[in-house]
């Protein structure tokens, strides 16, 4: 064997053939949406929530409930009397016999019986209702205004009649009305609404409480509040008032149908709401220093 010289060797290789995967059967096809209706109904096995029977029985049937311990105590009461007849002890009652104690704690108890029945159905609890404003629609618009504050107004008195009970909307800003929309007290000689006089009423103790405290003044019942004087403007039936200071200078007035009709969220709304009046209202004011005084 030279030296330099390769040797060769043929090394036989034949490769093996890979195993062919065996083809998988196609997926099928699953809809992409599953409609409501296709649900079977009864097919759900889950927990369902507990119902109690006889708090909805109760509701269903309050006259009932409410006159039950009078039945209790009258049917008690005649028990009495007929055992009392029937048993031959003496019609008077005697300290020394069980019996007639017996019997005057049975009397003693009927008796409570029936006047807790009397009791419970003259307290009903009171059925809150809205009411219709007694008055006349008004839309008194301050007539200094640039377009796009009486927008603002607009937006305002829309947004506000439209998601909470308001039906009244009265808006006092440095000494003016700006904005009395709305249900308006109706004059007694003719149909024309009560004028707002502006300067009367920033005198009055409710604006002046609500300046001092610079914070909403929420009146849920008005019928119960002495300062209700200071508002002839409202609806006579007015139910509900929201006080909403604007700054310093201005006081919306929201006048709603209902008792309690305003929620802690609409009386949170109405604050912001508040704010940006005050503000598109001082930087008009600020910008017309020579408005006209009416």
Known sequence: MEAGRILHIAIPWSPRPRPRRPRSSPLPNFPRFIRASSI??????????????IADWVSKNDDTVRSLPIYVGGASLLAVLFNRAVSGIAPVADA??????????????????????????????????????QGVECKVIYPHLSQSVVSEMFWAWESLSAVTCCRSLVIVYDCKCIVQIGVAAKLQNDDNPVALDAAKLMQGSLYQGVLKSGAQSYLANLSLYPGRSELPF???????????????????????????????????WITYVGDKLDATLAKYMSNKPAVVQE
């Open 96 to 133: 020394s016999s069980s019996q007639s104690r017996a019997d005057l704690l049975t009397l003693g108890l009927a008796v409570t019986n029936i006047l807790a029945g009397l009791v419970w159905l003259s307290i009903r609890p009171k059925t809150i209702t809205p009411v219709d404003p």
């Open 234 to 268: 409202l609806p006579s039936n007015t139910q509900a008032v929201i006080l909403q200071p604007l700054g310093d200078k201005g006081i919306a007035i929201l006048g709603g149908d209902i008792i309690r009709g305003f929620t802690t969220s609409d009386q949170a």
């Open 40 to 53: 079977q109904r009864g097919s759900y096995k889950g927990p369902k929530p507990g119902r109690d029977w």
